[in-house]
């Protein structure tokens, strides 16, 4: 449920502001024949919504005080040049409280097996046979979630809701030739994000036994939908456009930012509540550095162009349009890991290598047998802890692109032309690199700490396709007619 009021003022012929103010009501999720559920990981209890004397929203509640307001403004001095400012509040949509509670026990019942530790199997199918899941069985709309159940979920009773800012100042000039220019900041910040935090993890050296929920028989995840993620996202933006005139047009833009936070699945690695602020870090998804650079040409040869008007050359040369595509985007972070066997803390969390070097150089491109980074500075982790580097310190190599095409159109008659069309993707066939494997557990170490055989460890071994179908370089004709 929603309403809004907005309005735009012009204070003056220079001087224009837009407002508004919405106010949101998300109410606890309902369906017809069954409602939500929630677990109590106090009592090991799950209630059904709207059974026995269990609440119909399972005395769950959702703020009714959200408002968003918005403000934008744009200040033009002079007629070829605008200042524009902007900032809006939006509460998080997609919190996802129905979806995954009617996915959950008693809805759905899945079984999790774990050994006592990491090294211990749970049992073997030849001696104690398939696993029995239990069938839930509701008393005044409540059950106790069964040893081994795999799949717990659960809202909190007093959900809260997130939020996020956008905000921006920009200016834009327009100069001579068709050309304008703008530059400006652009930033987010995402506070009090909701979404799954596992509240059924494992201690360092503790194993299953350690979980919260291990004293009922349950070692699987157990995930609680908590306002416990943020991001910051701050940027400079500039672009430099050319409208269509004398044949040419074209798009130049880049972008220095930097996004920093721990929203999931990308960026979080533990869930153990006294190491959760390492999760706080520069995202896996951040580029640094991002250019693109989009343009359109027409040739000038031909009938109604510039050169060559007539004649044979004309026939050649004339109608033939060409278009490119050129970007480049800074690499990457990733994490260098090591096997966490040691660790012994069982609920989703990614162990990280000891850095034993005060700093870690780049020392090659990572392909060939190479290295990308010095396997040296770090070491596997063979205690029952997390390892001391952190998150997402180095970053893989950037992509380079090239895309180009060439039409041509033939006129057969008044309505009906023909279009030869010939692209490439990937013009100049460069390869882009994938992260190099970091997982030091893979390194054979010998007397003295020192590696030898890296095993892939630090090395490239694949390409990535940077939002592509195909990365080498591919080229297609075709044939268009237009009637």
Not at 246 to 265: C, E, R, V, W
Not at 388 to 405: F, H, I, K, V
Request: aromatic share 14%; charged share 10%; hydrophobic share 35%.
């Amino acid at each position: 449920m929603a309403f809004y009021v907005q309005d735009q003022y012009q204070v003056s012929r220079k001087l224009t502001v837009n407002y508004g103010l919405r106010w949101e009501y998300y109410p606890v999720p309902t369906q017809e024949h069954q409602q939500l559920t929630y677990y109590d990981p106090n009592t090991n209890i799950v209630e059904r919504c709207g059974q026995g004397s269990v609440p119909k929203n399972c005395g769950m509640h959702t703020s009714k005080k959200l408002f968003a307001p918005s403000i934008g403004i744009a200040y033009r001095p002079f007629e070829n040049f605008v200042v524009r400012a902007g900032y809006s509040l939006s509460p998080q949509t997609d919190a996802s409280m129905g979806r995954q509670s009617i996915q959950s026990y008693p809805d759905e019942a899945q079984s999790t097996l774990n050994g006592a530790t990491s090294f211990a199997p749970a049992g073997t199918v030849s001696v104690t046979g398939l696993p029995v899941i239990p069938q839930p069985t509701l008393v005044d709309g409540k059950t106790p979630a069964p040893p081994n159940t795999g799949n717990l979920f659960s809202n909190p009773l007093d959900f809260v809701r997130g939020y996020f800012q956008s905000y921006n100042f920009t200016i834009e000039k327009a100069f001579r030739g068709d050309w304008t220019g703008q530059i400006g900041y652009v930033g987010s910040h995402a506070v009090k994000i909701v979404n799954n935090y596992n509240i059924n993890y494992g201690l360092p050296g503790g194993g299953a036994a350690s979980q919260p929920l291990f004293k009922y028989g349950i070692s699987a995840v157990a995930n609680f939908n908590l306002p416990a993620y943020a991001d910051k996202y701050n940027s400079l933006q500039a672009s430099v456009r050319k409208r269509m005139s004398k044949g040419l047009s074209m798009n130049l833009a880049f972008t220095y930012q930097h996004d920093i936070g721990n929203l999931p699945p990308q960026t979080v690695n533990v869930f153990i509540p006294q190491y959760f602020y390492r999760n706080y870090t520069t995202t896996s998804i951040d580029r640094t550095f991002n250019l693109y650079v989009g343009a359109t040409y027409d040739l000038p040869f031909g009938k109604g162009r510039s050169y060559l008007r007539s004649g044979p050359a004309s026939w050649i040369l004339g109608g033939w349009t060409t278009n490119g595509l050129f970007s480049h985007i800074s690499g990457s972070p990733f994490n260098v890991t090591a096997s966490n066997a040691s660790c012994n803390c069982p609920g989703l969390n990614t162990q990280t290598a000891n850095q034993v070097l005060p700093t870690v150089d780049l020392v090659g491109r990572g392909v060939g047998g190479t290295s990308y980074f010095n396997p040296q500075a770090y070491a596997p982790v063979t205690t029952p802890t997390l390892g001391t580097s952190g998150y997402y310190q180095l970053r893989g190599p950037g992509a380079t692109n090239l895309d180009l095409s060439l039409f041509r159109e033939f006129p057969i008659t008044e309505r009906i032309r023909l279009q030869f069309r010939a692209e490439s993707l990937n013009l100049s066939n460069t390869p882009h690199f994938a992260n190099p494997n970091a997982n030091v557990s893979n390194a054979q170490f010998g007397p003295g700490g020192n590696i030898v055989n890296l095993n892939g460890y630090s090395q490239i071994t694949q390409t990535a396709l940077i939002s592509r179908l195909i990365d080498p370089r591919y080229f297609r004709f075709g044939i268009r007619i237009n009637f």
